[in-house]
């Protein structure tokens, strides 16, 4: 057994692609992080997830837009569920803090 803490050991990403980090697989679920500094999703691609997807914002600023143009704010702290199905995209990102999400995906 290994003790980790979310905001270490943490890369920074560069150029337009966020970290993606997985910490726990498991038949039905997925819990990784996240690290963002500024990276967005294309405006042509949508993320269309096949399972729920539980989101926790734990530093920076962060912008969902779901498909239809809704558009949600999250700060640090924010929690928010993805249902299967939804189509979404990340619209921004703050640099300064960077964003370190959890994302814990299941069926």
């Not at 038949?27 to 500094?37: C, D, L, P, W």
């Not at 949508?46 to 779901?66: F, T």
Request: glycine share 6%; aromatic share 10%; hydrophobic share 35%.
């Amino acid at each position: 057994m290994v003790i980790r803490n979310l905001f270490k050991e943490i890369n920074l990403p560069d150029g337009n692609e966020e970290i993606f980090e997985s910490l726990c697989k498991a038949k039905n679920v997925h819990i990784e992080r996240i690290v963002s500094k500024g990276q967005t999703t294309p405006p042509y691609k949508w993320y269309d997830p096949q399972n729920y997807e539980w989101v926790v914002l734990l530093q920076g600023k962060a912008s969902l837009e779901l498909e239809g143009g809704k558009l949600i704010h999250l700060k640090k702290g924010d929690h928010l569920l993805i249902p299967a199905g939804q189509k979404h995209r990340v619209s921004y990102t703050s640099t300064e803090p960077y964003c370190i999400w959890l994302a814990v995906h299941f069926n």
